[in-house]
Nanobody, 126 residues
């Protein structure tokens, strides 16, 4: 059983930046492709970014591409999401996700995620 704990959310002004972290425990971190999803009020949870088990492959939703950078440190069992040029539409709860398997694409599909974190709130004020 893998436990995922997000941190780093908060209130930020439009155009600002922040860095989210996801700390994993209870499993072998590099067995998992990792991802970030987000859910805005009244909307479905959507994919934001994903990274393969050893960081060699990454993927981004069009909505964050060019403004977000996903990374991981397997020695620290931690994944990160650096976001810049934040917009009010980035306001959401951001969830960390872990997906087993050889393909990091599994971490881009919420139906294939094996473990979820509890989420961290990000609010971007206009």
């Amino acid at each position: 059983q893998v436990q995922l704990v997000e941190s780093g959310g908060g209130l930020v002004q439009t155009g600002g930046s922040l860095k989210l972290s996801c700390a994993a425990s209870g499993g072998t971190f590099d067995n998992y492709n990792m991802g970030w999803f987000r859910q805005a009020p009244g909307k479905e949870r959507e994919f934001a970014a994903a990274i393969s088990r050893y960081g060699g492959s990454t993927g981004y939703a069009d909505s964050v591409k060019g403004r977000a950078t996903i990374s991981r440190d397997n020695a620290k069992n931690t994944m990160y999401l650096q976001m810049k040029s934040l917009k009010p539409e980035d306001t959401a709860v951001y969830y960390c996700a872990a997906a087993r398997g050889l393909s990091f694409q599994r971490a881009t599909n919420k139906d294939e995620v094996d473990y979820w974190g509890q989420g961290t709130h990000v609010t971007v004020s206009s």
